[in-house]
């Protein structure tokens, strides 16, 4: 028996529809901020990531599926959907036709991380990118709105957190004084954070391992190390998270696992997914667009983990209930059922039937066995009147009705 690959998954039932109601309420929701749709290719030039993404980090150094086409291409199945956008931005020179671009995105990404709960090799992204302004005022705004998207599916007890990364000019500065810090303390990291000295010391910082987060406590922080122009850019994001009433804390060990990131970067959290807990994640990144061949461009964004979120709706939460269950009292009232059906159907109204030639009993159980909240039923009778039993499954009342007033009814 061959089965799905090792951590990839089928989606279906339950955790079908809390993904579904995930995407549909975060579409609505990024609409209304003004963002519009964008769909890019699932895969792009391995380039792309490795120059956007940057050659040390774990993505680009060891998770990305990548592999030469029949064409000598040098491919890679997205790990995230930022880069592609920002390709896309740039191959249709939208910088040309407006100021301010604001893209939303769903789809499947791909990543060889090892697989867990809430971490899989391929799993759904929905993400958001506002491109062509500096202004920390967007950067809180884009948060705040992260923030909303799991408050409005109901989602408790998540926790965002907000810090600066700098940009490259006091990086530089912070980066060597993490490095002064942690020099003598080298022999006693992982081997990770070990191979993370020389590439990306930072990345120390976010180590999960005990030991290595013991060591680095009294490690400088980056919020100290920030520039004259760093400094009030993260004091307005604050400013204006607090103006528009969204509960934060600054975690200053907070550092994303791409190197894109300049100022501000954070991420909503909830200690409901055990280790895997980081379910919107996002920041502010002006050198990408420039990185990866174009023009110097500000923008941010961030991206949720659709199954992430998923997981944190109730089961109580998703209604996957049939509307109507039509049963017909002899089989030679078939075309008037098929009438009935097809009338609720274009309606709007979601209509099952029986296929096969069965009594009313059995009828009766499958509408049960469906959830349906009403069995609409013809007999001879009815079909001759023009009208219907309209059966309310849940308290066993019944009425007869006009085709009419049932789809009013039911509306
Ligand atoms: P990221 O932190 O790598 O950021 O991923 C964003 C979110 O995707 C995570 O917080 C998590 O919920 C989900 N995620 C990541 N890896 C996995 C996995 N293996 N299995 C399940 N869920 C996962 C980015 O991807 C950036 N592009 C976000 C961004 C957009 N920054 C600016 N704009």
Excluded: W
């Excluded at 956007?52 to 995230?80: A, C, H, N, Q, W």
């Excluded at 893209?103 to 929905?126: A, D, S």
């Excluded at 009232?333 to 059906?341: D, E, H």
């Amino acid at each position: 028996m061959i089965e799905a690959v090792r951590g990839t998954k089928d989606i279906f039932d339950k955790d079908i529809a809390k993904m579904d109601l995930v995407i549909r309420k975060a579409e609505e929701i990024l609409k209304r901020y003004g963002f519009k749709h964008i769909i890019t290719p699932t895969f792009e030039e391995t380039a792309l990531f490795k120059r956007g993404i940057g050659e040390g980090t774990d993505i680009v150094s060891k998770e990305m599926y990548s592999f030469v086409d029949r064409g000598d291409r040098e491919i890679t199945l997205r790990p995230e959907g930022t880069a592609s956008v920002v390709r896309a931005y740039m191959e249709h020179k939208l910088y040309g036709k407006e100021n301010f671009t604001r893209f939303f995105y769903y789809g499947p990404m791909f990543r060889y991380e090892k697989p867990q709960k809430g971490r899989y090799r391929e799993f759904y992204q929905i993400g958001a990118e506002a491109i062509g302004l500096d202004t920390p005022e967007l950067d809180a705004e884009i948060i705040a709105m992260g923030y909303h998207l799991l408050t409005e599916l109901k989602i408790e007890d998540i926790e965002l957190q907000i810090n600066s990364v700098g940009c490259p000019v006091c990086r530089k500065e912070y980066r060597e004084k993490l490095k002064e810090f942690l020099q003598p303390k080298l022999d006693k990291l992982c081997h990770d954070c070990k191979d993370r000295y020389d590439k990306n010391p930072l990345r120390i910082l976010d180590c999960k391992i005990d030991n290595c987060k013991n060591e680095t406590q009294e490690a400088p922080k980056m919020i100290d190390y920030l520039c004259d122009n760093c400094t009030p850019h993260f004091e307005r994001v604050k400013k204006h998270l607090e103006l528009l009433n969204v509960p934060y804390v600054v975690n200053t060990r907070l550092v994303r696992g791409l190197d894109y990131y300049t100022n501000t970067a954070f991420e909503i959290v909830t200690n409901k997914l055990g280790s895997q807990g980081t379910v919107l994640a996002g920041g502010r990144y002006n050198n990408l667009i420039e990185e990866i061949g174009g023009k110097s461009i500000p923008a941010v964004g961030f991206a949720a983990g659709v199954e992430r979120v998923a997981m944190l709706i109730p089961d109580d939460d998703i209604t996957d209930r049939l509307d109507v269950f039509v049963v017909n009292v002899g089989d030679e009232n078939r075309g008037y059922l098929y009438k009935i059906v097809d009338m609720l159907r274009k309606a709007g109204i979601s209509t099952q039937y029986e296929y096969e030639v069965k009594n009313v009993k059995n009828q009766m159980k499958n509408a049960a066995k469906q959830n349906a909240k009403y069995a609409i039923i013809v007999g001879d009778d009815e079909r001759n009147e023009n009208v219907a039993v309209i059966k309310d499954m849940d308290n066993g009342t019944q009425e007869k009705l006009t085709l009419e007033d049932i789809i009013k009814k039911l509306k």
